[in-house]
């Protein structure tokens, strides 16, 4: 039988993406999404999948317990996915305590609905490579200790650990997926990839003349959003739940990232590339490099889309996007 999936922030990147992926292997998939009057911008990721009108709407907060399972309890999923936060590090400064009740405390929420309602469903927490925060270790792996930098990546590690305690506790099948950056034409615009390709856009379109950014020499492991998905779903297949790494194992400089979508433009990133002081964070996370070992030797997954054809591909999406909101 076709199976039934619930997925929190049905509306982000990654939302949109597993939407797509679980709709592809015959999933009815239902999406939790805020009540808000920007509806229809926010289903944008899903329209530009095509996939706007395949799946499920309903209403939802991941603060209100009460709502969280009542909709566990209407939907009765097979695999309930958590991918919703508040998501952006340089905000969880600015709304600390909005960061760690939605994207901590609301684990705990969506767990203890699940609990309630559904304890033979499989559940998967977003973990995030954040958590490592100040590296113990030069590349890091599901044992490496998280020293975590942000309001944000504390949140992620409370979400993180408390998916754990409910996996021993409750014997829930919960499993959480520590992925480390993952991008695409779908990114936010605040998150500094897509910043910089839409940036980029702009200048080679004669719309703008700079590109600000802070700490260029901080270097991340990033991936593709439609690789990270697919271990997610993975994951939720096992016959135990477990936690993994999930990163390419190769880590780049936000100033080489910046050179290849300037490059792809024919365009030269010195004449254009301004560093702000005002831009970097209170505490930086200088260096991630993910170890995606074990999930390449019990997921049978290993990331197919590099760095280059990706900023590839987000390029060519905001150019196109440029040039139709010219005409």
Not at 88 to 113: C, D, H
Not at 307 to 312: D, G
Request: aromatic fraction near 8%; hydrophobic fraction near 40%; include cysteine.
């Amino acid at each position: 039988m076709a199976k039934t999936a619930l997925i929190t922030g049905i509306t982000g990147q990654d939302g949109a993406y597993l939407a797509q992926l679980l709709l592809s292997k015959g999933y009815t998939v239902h999406g939790l999404a805020r009540r808000s009057s920007t509806a229809e911008v926010n289903t944008a990721r899903l329209k530009w999948l095509g996939i706007e009108n395949d799946v499920r709407i309903v209403d939802g907060d991941l603060t209100d317990l009460s709502g969280l399972a009542r909709a566990m309890r209407d939907i009765r999923p097979d695999e309930v996915y958590n991918l919703a936060a508040q998501s952006f590090v340089k905000s969880s400064w600015q709304q600390p305590i909005l960061t760690g009740n939605v994207t901590g405390i609301g684990v705990t929420n969506v767990l203890e609905a699940l609990r309630l309602e559904i304890p033979e469903a499989r559940f998967y927490q977003a973990s995030s490579s954040e958590m490592y925060g100040l590296i113990q270790e030069p590349m890091q792996s599901e044992t490496t200790p998280f020293h975590p930098r942000s309001p944000y990546a504390v949140a992620k590690a409370y979400g993180h650990w408390i998916t754990v305690n409910y996996r021993e506790s409750f014997g829930l099948h919960a499993s959480s997926g520590i992925l480390f950056n993952h991008e695409s034409p779908l990114r936010g615009i605040e998150f500094v990839t897509r910043k910089v390709t839409d940036a980029v856009a702009r200048i080679k379109r004669g719309l703008a003349r700079e590109l600000r950014l802070g700490n260029i020499d901080a270097k991340r492991d990033w991936g593709h959003a439609r690789d990270y998905v697919r271990a997610m779903w993975l994951m939720l297949q096992q016959d135990q739940p477990d936690d993994y790494v999930v990163a390419t194992g190769r880590t780049t400089t936000v100033r080489d990232m910046c050179r290849i979508a300037f490059e792809h433009v024919g365009l030269k990133m010195d004449d254009h590339l301004v560093i702000d002081p005002d831009l970097f964070r209170p505490a930086e996370v200088e260096i991630l490099l993910g170890n995606p070992a074990k999930a390449k030797a019990k997921l049978g997954w290993e990331a197919t889309i590099s760095l280059e054809e990706m900023i590839r591909e987000m390029m060519d999406a905001d150019l196109a996007r440029h040039t139709a909101a010219r005409r």
